[in-house]
């Protein structure tokens, strides 16, 4: 057996290089190639809010049905619904009774705050008569007064929305009543480089109600 000059054997020191190689290689991969390529912060702040709005709707109590799409190339929506599910749990009268996830065929306009369509938010209303809030993740309907004479039910309406801009008219219709939406307002309220999640969120998002719709921009309609 060769010993080298400090006495220890090669084989034993070929084991120990080794087992360093595979630690550093593990340590890059679950740090640099692993690591997911969105703010996870901000995602989770989101799922958080739009939960603590549902409550909020609710008084704490009740049935709900959250919208979404396939998690695949979406990442960020299942870290979202992951803080949903887990910050609904801290109110056990609410009950999430089901998740939707739309059938996308791979079509770019669906991701989370974007994608739902007006005919689709009037069937899952009208299937889920005992539910007292739909939560969308994938954005905001667009309703035409055919569409809301359809509804059989009004329930609580809280969505993730990327644009602000097709809001209002949903608040008018007394369709919608909260929305987590991309920052509109400026300046933000947290300036540099935010330190929690509630400062993420604070800083890229804002919640809107029926009180604050006179202050969303008018845009176009989707």
Known sequence: MTINPKGIPQWL??????????????WIYHTQLAAPKFNVALHRAIGRTLAQETAKLLNNTGKVVSVSIEWRGVPELKVQLDEFERTLKQFPKIVLDKNYKLEIDDKPKYSFGTGLSGRRFVRIVNKNLGADAIVSFVGAPTLGEEDVAQLKKSPKVIVEARSADKLRKLFDQHILQSAVVSRFQFPSPVQGTPRTQQEWFDQRFQVVTANEASELPAGKEE
């Open 13 to 26: 020191t070929a084991m120990l290089c080794l087992t360093a190689t595979g630690g550093s290689a593990l």
